[in-house]
């Protein structure tokens, strides 16, 4: 057995990482820290309710977000080892309703690698239908099988996927004939212990010693706002850092999941090309500071959270906060530095000219904006703004390592007419676009709709500019239409602009449709109804 790497924790040295959370009058952070399975830093900073004036602690359950997708696929794996189930079940087996013109083809493993290339039906509510209106999980299941187009071929990138997941927990309950609540509660959280852990599909319930979950509004103040939406094996759970804990020791000791399963869980999948996604099944497997790392984080509305083992080190770190705009990925990067000496070199960012600019790909509809704040060179990507880092050679990557992306541009020019951008494994040349005059739209004004999602679009052309207004069978979105130049307009949402929704269109020129693109959802068709 190979010699696990020294690990010093001092509390005094952590205490000071979130010292800028350690307050009487705002919401914080819960942090646990493990060596070799035993806990041996377990503190929280700041407040579980602003309204309440409760003060966090490590026993206090918080939502988890996406870290519950591991979890989800235990559950679907435990099924595979009684023969109920198969990796490699086509989807429509236990998903029939799924559209074959998209799904056929489309396995279970795919699913819960993110590479099946299906459109992601939580991006499609939150863009189409806005925030905080109620959608059962039966309605996100039927919004995610409705779709009639992809993002990808299968297997061919990496994408993801929300929906993917609401699926596989679908799939567990009719397997099971058990909601996925007693699932997860009989088969994993009892059986090890983990008291304080359960499924919580909607924040409007009441769940006993439960931490508010704070967002911010627009002028920077603590606000309450909720998804609305059912949430389950996407990302449903609330959890304690105590609880978490236990779960990561029994992560390197496993009595739930045969050695089987959990090998499969932590294979990152390979793409057809050959290339690593980095991804098993709810596990993102990496490496950090040239330490391997299994970790997935997970983030909700008005909080999120980080967990993250360090194999080498036997080293786990569970990071929990009840608060919008913490990045507990950086933070808990921050505990690994402090707590392993004998790490690989940081990767450096390195000086270089900033690159500004819109880019487009016209055969895939690819968007990519570069631009700087404050020196700081960033990446703008299906609605995400991320920190950039150069390497040596001048090209640019997320310097969030779960992204996969590489900007390669003409060295020391400000604002090239064209890059290369370089995700999963496929590259694609980007043209600069330049706004220019606005095209009139007037011809293009009327009614559209998109059948896959049930969708109404009304497209005003006014004095005061241009609105493309969507109606949703749930709730509906306004955007503003900005023009970016080419064939190409930036959709800005009107009210929830803080909520990351927005995307960009695409009109056809014969005014017959247009396309819509954003973060997971890539030339969704709508279609001329009436003027």
């Keep these: 057995m190979t010699a696990r790497i020294p690990v010093a924790v001092d509390p005094a040295v952590i205490d000071a990482l979130f010292a800028a959370y350690d307050t009487s009058h705002a919401p914080g952070v819960a942090v646990g820290i493990a060596v070799a399975g035993r806990p041996v830093y377990r503190k929280a900073f700041g407040l579980a309710s602003i309204e309440l004036n409760q003060t966090l602690s490590p026993t206090i359950r918080m939502r988890i977000g996406s870290t519950t997708k591991h979890f989800a696929a235990l559950a679907y794996m435990l099924l595979v080892e009684e023969g109920l189930a198969s990796l490699d079940d086509p989807v429509r087996k236990h998903i029939p309703e799924m559209s074959p013109a998209v799904a056929d083809g489309v396995t279970m493993r795919q699913l819960m690698s993110h590479t099946s290339g299906l459109r992601c039906s939580l991006d499609l509510s939150m863009q189409l239908n806005g925030m905080g ?9 039927d919004l995610f099988a409705s779709q009639d187009a992809t993002n990808f071929a299968p297997e061919t990138a990496w994408s993801y996927n929300n929906g993917g997941y609401t699926a596989l927990s679908v799939a567990i309950q ?3 004939g058990q909601s996925l609540e007693d699932v997860l509660r009989e088969r994993i959280f009892t059986p090890l212990g983990m008291s304080d852990t359960l499924l919580r599909r909607v924040d409007s319930d009441f769940v006993p010693n439960s931490a508010t979950l704070h967002m911010l509004g627009a002028n920077g103040t603590f606000t309450k706002d909720y998804m609305g939406m059912e949430v389950t094996g996407e990302g449903g759970m609330v959890s304690t850092v105590d609880d978490m804990l236990r779960w990561m020791a029994h992560m390197d000791r496993p009595v739930v999941g045969t050695a089987e399963t959990w090998a499969a869980m932590k294979a990152p999948f390979m793409l057809q090309s050959g290339y690593s996604t980095r991804y098993g099944l709810g596990l993102s497997v990496g490496e950090y500071r040239g330490r391997a790392t299994i970790e997935h984080g997970g983030t909700v509305m008005g909080g999120g959270c980080q967990m993250i083992k360090v ?8 990071i929990i906060t009840n608060r919008a705009g913490v990045d507990t990925m950086s933070l808990a990067d921050r505990v690994i530095d402090a707590c392993v000496s004998d790490l690989g070199p940081a990767l450096e960012d390195l000086p270089g000219v900033n690159v500004s600019g819109l880019y487009y790909a016209e055969a895939t509809g690819t968007t990519l904006h570069l631009l700087e704040h404050d020196g700081r060179q960033l990446i703008g990507m299906g609605g995400a703004t991320l920190p ?18 590489v900007v390669e541009a003409p060295e020391g020019e400000a604002a090239p007419t ?19 005059a606005t095209p009139d739209l007037s011809a293009h004004a009327g009614h559209y709709a998109s059948a896959s999602t049930g969708t109404e679009a009304a497209l005003d052309v006014g004095v005061n500019g241009v609105t493309l207004t969507f109606k949703g069978r749930w709730n509906g979105a306004r955007y503003r239409l900005d023009y970016v130049g080419g064939p190409l307009w930036r959709a800005v949402s009107i009210n929830m602009a803080h909520f990351g929704l927005g995307g960009f269109v695409e009109f056809d020129a014969d ?6 693109s954003a973060g997971r959802t890539r030339r969704l068709r709508f279609e001329r109804v009436r003027a």
């Design 133 to 141: 209106h109620f959608m059962s999980q039966a309605d996100t299941l």
């Design 174 to 176: 009719r397997l099971t």
């Design 311 to 318: 194999v080498d080190a036997g080293l786990d770190i569970i």
């Design 388 to 405: 950039a880092r150069r390497d040596a050679q001048g090209r640019l990557h997320s310097a969030y390592r779960i992204f996969d992306m």
């Design 418 to 436: 064209e890059v290369v951008y370089r995700q999963w494994g496929n590259a694609e040349v980007l043209k600069r676009l330049e706004p220019g």
């Design 511 to 516: 005014g017959g449709g247009f396309s819509f």
